[in-house]
């Protein structure tokens, strides 16, 4: 008789369980998606970050992503069999040694980044996230620590949703890059750069952006509310017509401050 293996689905959910998060959603900071920093004359911009390097490693991607909804505290790390991850991750599915060669080849890529630790742990490596912008000084890389939300610290949420709606599966990475660049920009309504040098700030280029808007337009993750003109200095006139998005729920809850304030002076504006 053949014994039972846990299915990804349960394996996910174990972990999701694991975190024991009240709200069931988990912060990234906005860094993970685009880098402030300032060009060679000093001028402040933004360019790519450590997420545009998980393009080509979607695997990768999400065991960071369960990562970092299932560690809450202490030294942000977690202790798990590798059979578990690689379940959980959709990358191996039989209960054997061979888990833990697959699982070690994407920690390895991550732990390049700079976005997590190995750490031996009795029999087993335990996981410690590291900060979201990756990178390593002296060999080092830079300590996690909570997000505070101060404006040289922003960071948005990601609901647990992500994967009870089967969205680990239905997306594909230009899906779930779109998805995290769309939270991250923490406003009832944005714009998605779909020309070249706007692409690139997120380190992607226009036709994956593309593709990225098309699947969640696809799955109805993402709406277009409108149009809006914005500075493009690379046209003729210096400005050109965008469309808007929004995000359906329960995705559309990253708002900032002013987003909240802005959302309650038009509420109060309206008649009766």
């Not at 912060?27 to 685009?34: D, N, S, Y």
């Not at 779909?194 to 692409?199: E, I, V």
């Amino acid at each position: 008789m053949a014994e039972r293996v846990m299915s990804r689905e349960e394996s996910i959910e174990y972990l999701l369980r694991r975190s024991q998060r009240r709200y069931e959603e988990f912060p990234i900071r906005q860094e993970f998606v685009r880098t402030r920093f300032r060009t060679e004359y000093g001028e402040p911009t933004f360019g790519p970050g450590p997420l545009s390097k998980l393009l080509r490693a979607p695997l990768a991607l999400e065991l960071l992503l369960l990562v970092y909804a299932v560690t809450t505290g202490g030294d942000f790390g977690v202790t798990e069999r590798s059979q578990l991850w690689a379940r959980a991750a959709g990358i191996y599915m039989r209960p054997d040694k061979g888990a833990s060669v697959a699982v070690s080849r994407q920690w390895q890529h991550l732990e390049k980044l700079g976005l997590i630790d190995r750490v031996q742990h009795r029999r087993y490596k335990r996981i410690v996230k590291r900060r979201e912008c990756g990178g390593r000084i002296g060999g080092l890389a830079r300590p996690y620590t909570v997000p505070s939300g101060a404006a040289n610290d922003v960071y948005f949420r990601v609901p647990f949703a992500y994967w009870r709606e089967g969205l680990h599966e239905k997306l594909g990475m230009p899906g779930k890059a779109v998805l995290l660049a769309a939270m991250s920009r923490r406003k009832e309504t944005f714009t998605l750069p779909q020309d070249t040098r706007g692409a690139m700030t997120l380190g992607l280029n226009r036709h994956t952006m593309a593709r990225g808007i098309g699947e969640l337009l696809d799955l109805q993750l993402l709406v277009k509310s409108g149009t809006d003109e914005v500075e493009n200095a690379l046209t003729p006139r210096g400005f050109q017509w965008v469309h808007t998005y929004q995000l359906a729920p329960p995705f559309n809850g990253n708002l900032s401050n002013s987003e909240r304030e802005r959302q309650t002076a038009e509420q109060l504006r309206q008649p009766g």
